[in-house]
């Protein structure tokens, strides 16, 4: 399979259930990001991932978790979320690491809902 | 503070017209890039055209092209000879340096462009 794909592409969770969202790249990138759409809002940066570490955590709660064993997958785990946290769920990694002129290249995205 | 506007919600073309998608930015750097971004619906986000702010002449892909007005901040989307395939979000994007180091984007809000029959 080629490009970045996320699992589960659909999710509905109760506000005390524990998931992960898993992403996975086949692109050789250096650096993977999680990114928050929510109809209406621009795109919300969540955390930056460079060679494996974590470059950037933009305020984002503690009851999102992110983990990057490798270079090539990056999970976001959930526990005791808000139904202010339903949204789509968006990975992308870029080639170059942190480099200004970076394309980035998204996954599908999973579309969670918090009830 | 950088921000990225996209005023269009939405809008509409004829297939075989030519659109325009209005965006505004917000920076107090001198060199940056400019990027439109494509999504389907229930499609993966991909590059549409890139722009490097200290370069005069603008970008164009085929039948995307962009008009870039430093002065003004604006960067606008054309694109000429619209097809059905389209019809999906575009999102307006700025990449910023954080403190960190870290390079990030800017997205604007999105504006749903709907190619009609």
């Known amino acids: 399979e080629t490009g970045v794909t996320q699992t589960p592409r659909h999710l509905v969770m109760g506000m005390t259930n524990k998931k992960s969202l898993k992403c996975e790249q086949h692109l050789g990138h250096n650096a993977m990001y999680w990114y928050k759409q929510s109809a209406k809002k621009p795109l919300e940066l969540m955390f930056v991932?460079?060679?494996?570490?974590?470059?950037e955590n933009n305020s984002v709660p503690s009851r999102f978790s992110p983990e990057c064993p490798n270079s090539s997958h990056l999970f976001l785990h959930l526990h005791t979320l808000q139904p202010e946290d339903s949204a789509l769920y968006l990975c992308a990694s870029s080639p170059y690491g942190l480099a200004a002129y970076n394309e980035q290249f998204f996954g599908p995205g999973t579309r969670l809902t918090v009830l | 503070a950088q921000t990225v506007t996209q005023s269009q919600p939405e809008m509409s073309v004829q297939e075989a017209e030519t659109v325009t998608l209005s965006c505004t930015y917000d920076t107090s750097e001198s060199n940056y890039y400019l990027f439109w971004y494509k999504q389907p619906p229930s499609r993966q986000m991909i590059l549409v055209i890139r722009q490097e702010a200290y370069k005069q002449q603008n970008a164009t892909e085929n039948r995307f092209s962009v008009n870039f007005q430093k002065a003004a901040k604006s960067f606008s989307l054309k694109i000429s000879d619209s097809q059905l395939g389209d019809t999906a979000m575009y999102f307006c994007a700025f990449m910023k340096q954080s403190t960190s180091g870290t390079y990030k984007y800017i997205f604007g809000t999105g504006t749903r462009l709907k190619v009609l029959a």
């Open positions: 991932y460079n060679f494996k570490e974590q470059t």
